[in-house]
C-alpha cells in the first residue's frame, strides 16, 4: 500500500474527468457533493469515518487517529443529516492530526472559517447547526458516502468538476490509463489548434 500516490506526490495534471475516462465512469460520486471553496484540487489514498445522522463522534476520533490509511479523509453516513458534521474547530484539529482534505456527504458549517483553512472540503452544502456527539459510527472501516462504498486506502480524485474514487487495488493501472488519456487529450489539443480538427484530416 505505501507505494500508492500520496496527495503531495506531483499529481496537478490528475483532474476527476482523466480519473472517470480512466475507470470507465465508475466510481463518480453524485453532483451533490461540491467544492466548498473555489480551485480545489487533490489527489491521494484515503482514511474513513462513519458517522451517524446529525452526529460527528467519530470524525472527531478521526482527530486523535491521524490518517491511518491516507490523508484525505471520507466520511460517510450523514447523506440525510440535517446538522452539521464539522466546523472551524474540528477542521482546524484535522489539520494539526495531519489531514489535507475532507469529503463527507454530510454538511458543514463556518465556510468562511474553513476557506482561511489549508483543510480542502467537498461535502453535500452548509448549515449553521451543530451535531451531537454521541456515536455510532466506526473509523477505519469500509464507509457508504454519498452511495458509494469506500474502504480504507482507496483513491480519490477531487476537483471543481466532482469526485472519483478509485479502489486501493486497481491504482496502478488506472493512473498508467489516465496518463494515456492526458496524452491523447494533449494530441488533439495540438490537432485542434493546428487546424485539423477534432479528428485530424478526413
Known sequence: MSALPQPEDDLDW?????ASDASGGRGVFPGSIRPLAAGQHIAGRVSTATVSEDDNLFIRRATR??????RILV?????????SCMGGLVAAALVQAGFVAMVTDGLVRDK???????LKVWCRGTTPRAG??????SNGTPTD????T??????????EDGLVVWPAAEVAELLAAAREKSRRDEE???RIASGAGLDGPV
Open 14 to 18: 490528475l483532474t476527476s474527468t482523466l
Open 112 to 118: 468562511l472559517e474553513l476557506a482561511e483553512m489549508p
Open 145 to 148: 458516502c454519498a452511495g458509494l
Open 65 to 70: 487517529l491521524g490518517p491511518t490509511d491516507g
Open 188 to 190: 488533439a489539443s495540438r
Open 150 to 159: 469506500i474502504s480504507p486506502g482507496d483513491f480519490i480524485v477531487a476537483d
Open 132 to 137: 451531537a456527539k454521541n456515536g455510532p459510527g
Open 75 to 83: 466520511v460517510g453516513g450523514a447523506e440525510r443529516s440535517r446538522s
